[in-house]
């Protein structure tokens, strides 16, 4: 068995001084336990008898060696219960421009859903295609729908209102409630529904990411955020208010925005001065608008 698994090593390695992608996830899926301990010594031998690069990101047959054995006992070592070097590896192929879905289920089958939650939501940003939609679906899975859960939004999507959203999430479990919503919003976004009826569910419970940054980007109408804000509690509506002057900044109304601020930090205590919006505005504002923000008690935050 080590002479075979020596030439699959062996087989594997020159694959990745070729330039081919290297599958060590299958040789190690078939081995015993006793196998990967032994592939993973074999693999960390090789590595240690090669000389170290001066500069690990330059593209020769020497550092392709040593990535590929790298990986082979990466993937080795995640088998016996130590993920830790397989997902930086991973992280350092999605930052390198690779898929981030193979981080992701790595991610979520070790049990780090958060992480795995937050690294999806980050490479969305930059994702497009395929990617796009495989991590779309990575996010939508970890709120563990039922079936029929997608026909349901879509129908939901085709006439949505508060009632039938609550009506939507009555049986989801707790642990998974808080992703279910996240992930259903972005479908819902996706499918076209009004920003403004998607702002007024995303804040239904509680403000979540998704309602600030479809506040921040200028989507939502201001009269939907300040009927919100009438809706909650008087210690929030500075917060609002900081929402709504984003939101008014972004439609290209300067005197709504330094107004809304202005009427946030006369209202407004410690802890509840929306201070990341008033920073933004501060960071974007021409110099009229630095003036205006001044005369209206604004402050200004200094590096």
Do not use: K
């Not at 087989?11 to 599958?23: C, H, I």
């Amino acid at each position: 068995m080590v002479t075979s698994m020596a030439l699959e090593l062996g087989t594997l390695v020159a694959a990745g001084v070729a330039g081919r992608p290297v599958d060590a996830g299958s040789l190690v899926a078939g081995l015993d336990d006793a196998g990967v301990r032994a592939l993973e010594e074999t693999a960390r031998d090789e590595l240690a008898r090669l000389p170290t690069p001066l500069f690990e990101h330059v593209d020769d047959a020497l550092t392709r060696q040593r990535s590929a054995l790298r990986r082979v006992a990466a993937h080795a070592a995640d088998r016996l219960g130590r993920p830790d070097e397989l997902i930086d590896l991973l992280r350092g192929d999605w930052l390198r421009g690779r898929s981030v879905v193979p981080l992701l289920d790595l991610l979520r089958a070790h049990g780090l859903v958060d992480e795995a939650n937050l690294t999806a939501r980050l490479a969305l940003f930059s994702a497009e295609g395929n990617e796009e939609e495989r991590i779309e679906e990575f996010l939508t899975a970890g709120g563990r729908p039922p079936d029929g859960w997608l026909d349901a939004v879509r129908a939901f999507a085709r006439a949505p209102s508060r009632d039938g959203w609550r009506e939507l999430l009555q049986f989801t479990p707790d642990e998974v409630y808080y992703h279910r919503v996240r992930s259903t919003l972005r479908l819902l976004r996706r499918l076209g529904v009004d920003p403004d009826m998607v702002f007024q569910l995303a804040t239904a419970d509680a403000v979540t990411p998704d309602a600030i940054e479809l506040a921040e980007s200028g989507l939502v109408s201001v009269a939907t955020i300040l009927e919100r804000m009438n809706e909650g509690t008087a210690d929030s509506r500075p917060l609002w208010l900081g929402l709504a002057a984003r939101a008014s900044f972004e439609q290209g109304d300067r005197f709504g925005a330094a107004r809304f601020l202005s009427e946030a930090y006369r209202i407004g205590r410690d802890g509840f001065f929306p201070t990341i919006q008033a920073m933004d505005i501060r960071e974007e504002a021409d110099e009229e608008l630095q003036h205006m923000l001044d005369r209206a008690g604004v402050p200004r935050f200094e590096e």
